[in-house]
């Protein structure tokens, strides 16, 4: 059964072009940490007024303080593209023109649902905390930063699982496994480094979850960049099935 709302879509975006989402999400939020970064360590690496950790700043310390507008730029655009990376991400699985998966689990088809959603609630979210976020918004700062990051993470966890079927399946698409690997990885990376962030800030490790969360925040960017290998249409070339000669008749 094929999504209610696909036709609705179908011809919004070209199936061709759908890859730039997740590339320019990527890059944006990228570019964002990193100029932020660098300007931290060029300016001789400051403690600004607030700063809990005494010895790396949290994102939010350094774009409160200086650089906002382009933490407000940086957080639109990946904010903007991120919503359009979960829309191509679920949508060319069950395009015609792309995988062609019409006959998908319900499951599946509410879960693809799921992710989209969330995916479009962190980035509210995450546009919110860069305009909003002052140096004496604590409480709101708290509560938009569960919001980008709960949406992330129910995006993620949802669209592993519609996706997983193409990692543990007998036949994959063509090329499909190692991208739905890596992605996979990433996300447990951050998770992984997510909950050691949780543990050792509130622990008192300020260093450590300092460092942890600048990593977080990287790996988010190869995270959404590696859904370039879900969208990219070959020019050329339909999509294929791996091993599918093997399952051909040996007479015809």
């Known amino acids: 059964m094929a999504r209610p709302w696909y ?3 179908r011809d919004f975006f070209s199936i061709r072009r759908l890859w730039l989402f997740p590339l320019l999400a990527g890059s944006a939020w990228f570019i964002t940490l990193t100029i932020l970064l660098v300007r931290w360590l060029v300016i ?3 403690q600004y007024p607030g700063q809990v950790n005494p010895y790396v700043p949290f994102i939010s310390d350094i774009a409160a303080h200086q650089f906002k507008p382009v933490f407000i730029v940086g957080c639109v655009v ?3 593209t991120f919503v359009g990376t979960m829309f191509a991400v679920h949508h060319v ?3 015609p023109q792309f995988y062609k998966l019409t006959d998908d ?3 599946r088809q509410i879960t693809s649902l799921i ?4 995916g479009m609630g962190a980035a509210v979210s995450l546009i919110n905390l860069s305009v909003f976020d002052t140096a004496d918004a604590h409480v709101r700062h708290r509560h938009l930063l569960m919001g980008t990051f709960g949406g992330l993470f129910v995006s993620a966890i949802t669209t592993t699982a519609v996706w997983w079927d193409q990692i543990c ?3 994959v698409f063509v090329g499909l496994r190692k991208w739905c690997m890596f992605n996979t990885f990433l996300v447990l990376c951050q998770f992984g480094c997510g909950l050691a962030f949780v543990i050792l800030m509130y622990g008192g490790y300020y260093k450590s979850s300092g460092i942890l969360e600048w990593c977080l925040t990287y790996l988010g960017s190869f995270w959404l960049a590696s859904f370039v290998g879900y969208t990219m249409f070959r020019e050329g070339e339909e999509v294929r099935i791996e091993n599918e000669d093997e399952r ?3 007479l015809v």
């Open 105 to 107: 689990a319900l499951w």
């Open 78 to 80: 990946t904010g903007v």
């Open 248 to 250: 051909q008749p040996l």
């Open 7 to 9: 036709r609705a879509f």
């Open 115 to 118: 992710a989209e959603v969330a």
């Open 44 to 46: 001789g690496r400051p």
């Open 169 to 171: 399946g007998p036949t």
């Open 93 to 95: 699985r069950y395009s």
